[in-house]
């Protein structure tokens, strides 16, 4: 059965950092590429963070200059290093594998892992 299990999340005051792991398990991790996407309470889930099977790397613009996205293909496992938070960070994390089959994408997603910025 394939999963996502996202981990790392916690409270943190504005400045401060965290670093988010998912770590992957049957499918081809390798063959996937991984976003981060968070969802505040009453917003619409939106995309942080992508890096693609061959470790191209892509970023929302709040973002930009403060998180990283790695992967380790090796232990199946995605990470984001949030550094600098602010308030407006707050929200769940998820990731999110996906794979072009040829046809149609292959997708899945984490549960979540609950990122709260405040002093």
């Known amino acids: 059965q394939v999963q996502l299990v996202e981990s790392g999340g916690g409270s943190v005051q504005p400045g401060g950092s965290l670093r988010l792991s998912c770590a992957a398990s049957?499918?081809?991790?390798?063959?996937?590429?991984m976003s981060w996407y968070r969802q505040a309470p009453g917003k619409v889930r939106e995309l942080v963070a992508t890096i693609g099977r061959t470790g191209a790397t892509d970023y929302a613009d709040p973002v930009k200059g403060r998180f990283t996205i790695s992967r380790d293909n090796a232990k199946n496992t995605v990470y984001l290093q949030m550094n600098t938070l602010k308030p407006e960070d707050t929200a769940v994390y998820l990731c999110?594998?996906?794979?072009?089959?040829?046809?149609?994408?292959?997708?899945?997603w984490g549960q979540g892992t609950q990122v709260t910025v405040s002093s």
């Open positions: 999110k594998a996906q794979y072009w089959t040829g046809s149609v994408f292959q997708v899945y």
């Open positions: 049957e499918f081809i991790f390798s063959h996937y590429a």
